[in-house]
């Protein structure tokens, strides 16, 4: 018999009606001749309002008591959804992380997970029932509750696909599945139907939120594909999977864009070794994340360093840089926001040139001036006026070929 | 170092302020030498909101997913327990009740506790830290999540002081121990000092609330003296613990009412084997808790038999009795409420004669009909009209010397 995993966001577990609907799904799926694991997150907002009871007691609570007080968000929905699967007639068991043999290093807040021991689910399975298993945790070998962070519940559903030898594992979630761009801001971008790993992180980092990158990278290194497709209807979503022959003939598989990012310029380091590496410690020590770096030529001993980051991180930064200028005898350090990146991203790139000449010239031809670039193997991204974001997608997203008819 | 397990209740858990004067208390009781246990309830009322929750996904959750549910609030409670002691500069861990090593049978919603294993508490009290344990809950062998029922975080308390063979074991509430009567009827009622869990048991199953009988039983049964005191404040509360000499000594201990009682009566029931089971069983079949019955001295071969419930009981009993008194042939049935119940407890009473006789006299002279009386070896209980039962206690209290000067 076929197993399908399927995981469930906290938007379809935002109250007794929806978490019906997941169950009648699931049910339906099992009687389809599926043997079903479900993966489920807290109701939406709930880890959040945890979060924050837990700041009335303490600013900085420590992290196993943490989790233990988050682990009862995915308790509570996999208990309403296994009462609603066997309200409809159906047989379901829950299981708590720990329950469902998810041992995970101790980093709390931020586990890992070590290894999964599946017999007592595969027990339940074999009795017939659907397994009902809490996502975003599991517990460390001498049995402490642990929580995987955010995106955490993703990650359960593909490690225990991986762990179970699941024939599908279906990420159910709020769109429809990955697209060629954001509808919103492409109305002729289209479902994407397969699209590789390598493709799915560098739409994940460069700002399409549909999944963190942690867990992509995941099914990569195990090498379990996996669908992301809507929970409000059967439609099929986006396979996410390992490259495969014909996958490089499309050049360009998405776009993605990020907006509200800024930009930072220290202008005349001086070019001699561990200058750079004072800066990016610096900023890494005080916990923010840059995107894309960028150094000039060196001219006459000196050069500018620039990089851009998320405006919110640009506030947390405060006189940081200014003092590590001074520190160093670099000159000014000018910060820029409103600012956005562009990427265009397809593991075609590697055999097909030309890309991005045909990115620049569609930008130039809509007078749009780039600020930064950045290439990886699968990826060009631009940095471009925020102003501009909208019609350099729509440029680039004809440009490449992805309209649809 | 002495060991005390201290048990906290709902409503010193209701809201992180009093989560952070627990947490100050636990604190305190290790400060002045002792290893410590905190057993903790849920927030008061969470747990009837996640029955509810439950309830409006299917009107009949299914045990162990409800448990699974409702385990949730004291794993809430116990992390938050142990960050505001560690916001304190404490050491602190939670546990659930299932990491705690609590194996209770798998009759979910009302488990009995097998079997505790304490290691994982005594490493971390070896390791300095206090342990805040989940009250009401447990697991069983095979890890399923169970609960303990009304009144179950008590009986943990009570259970884990045996196992880890506590000095002290204090039920902490929202009252200053137990009293000669309810203050609230009788102002000049004192609270006792030492009461045998016998007393405690009669007086528990007679109205006074302090705690649920099972508690009591199982620390009757294991010999687990304890003592009842208030959340609120430092003094000593009411210390219960099995019959010791010089007991006997008082007469009467307290005297507890019940009000919000109702009488039914069966006329002329025929007065041959079967029928008083056939009435009874039916009674239990559709789980309506009665309290005192009293048959009269059979009469031409029938008798009338007569009972007291709970008025809510009575409510739910519809035309059951109808229906069984038409089917053995009975007479009537009268069902009266705006009754109540007044008990005398006290060991003594089995060695001191003239009890009965003093408490009917004073409840004469007070011009106070008796309905019914019933008898245990160390209780006497008589039904009155409710209107009655303030006058009544008074009377009672006085009779038998249990004023506070």
């Given amino acids: 018999m076929p197993l399908i995993v399927q ?52 600013p900085d609570p420590q992290g196993r008591e943490l989790d233990m007080l988050l682990a009862t968000g995915e308790q509570t929905t996999i208990a309403l959804t296994a009462m609603a699967i066997e309200a409809l007639g159906g047989k379901a068991v829950s299981m708590t992380g720990a329950q469902a043999g998810i041992l995970t290093d101790d980093f709390y807040t931020k586990a890992k997970i070590d290894q999964i021991l599946p017999s007592p689910i595969q027990e339940h399975l074999h ?34 696909a991986s762990a179970l030898h699941a024939d599908e594992c279906h990420i159910l979630t709020d769109v429809d599945g990955v697209f060629t761009c954001d ?15 390598e493709e799915m992180l560098e739409m994940a980092s460069s700002g399409s939120k549909v999944m963190q990158s942690r867990s992509v990278e995941f099914a990569k290194k195990f090498n379990i594909p996996f669908e ?15 490259e495969s022959r014909g996958m490089e003939q499309v050049v360009v598989r998405g776009i993605s864009v990020e907006g509200n990012q800024a930009k930072v310029t220290i202008t005349n380091v001086p070019d001699h070794p561990g200058c750079a590496a004072r800066i990016f ?55 820029e926001s409103g600012i956005a990146k562009l990427s265009v991203v397809g593991i075609g790139m ?9 990115l620049f010239e569609c930008l130039a031809r809509g007078g749009i001036n780039i600020q930064m670039i950045s290439t990886s193997e699968i990826k060009i991204a631009v940095i471009i006026d925020e102003a501009s974001i909208h019609q350099a997608a729509q440029l680039a997203h004809t440009a490449f070929g992805l309209d649809r008819e």
């Fill in 350 to 358: 590697r055999t097909h040139s030309g890309v991005a000449a045909k």
């Fill in 281 to 335: 410690t610096a900023v890494a020590d005080a916990q923010l994340v840059i995107d894309v770096i960028v150094q000039d030529v060196s001219d006459r001993g000196t050069t500018n360093i620039s990089f851009t980051l998320n405006s919110e991180e640009l506030n947390k930064m405060g006189d940081l840089l200014e003092r590590i200028a001074l520190e160093i005898g670099a000159g000014s350090v000018r910060k």
């Fill in 228 to 242: 992301v497709r809507s929970s409000f209807h059967e439609a099929r979503g986006t396979i996410v999977q390992s």
């Fill in 127 to 160: 009795a017939g029932a659907i397994v009902i298993v809490a996502g975003f945790q599991g517990e460390t070998r001498r049995g402490d509750i642990t929580t995987l962070g955010r995106g955490g519940s993703d990650l359960t559903a593909i490690a225990l």
């Fill in 7 to 58: 995981k469930y966001g906290g938007t379809s577990m935002a109250g007794p009606e929806r978490i019906q609907a997941v169950a009648k799904r699931l049910l339906q799926t099992q009687q389809e001749g599926n043997a079903v694991v479900g993966i489920v997150s807290a109701m939406s907002g709930v880890t959040n309002s945890l979060i924050r009871l837990a700041k009335e007691i303490t």
């Fill in 183 to 197: 509808p919103r801001i492409v109305p002729k971008a289209k479902k994407i139907e397969v699209i590789a790993y």
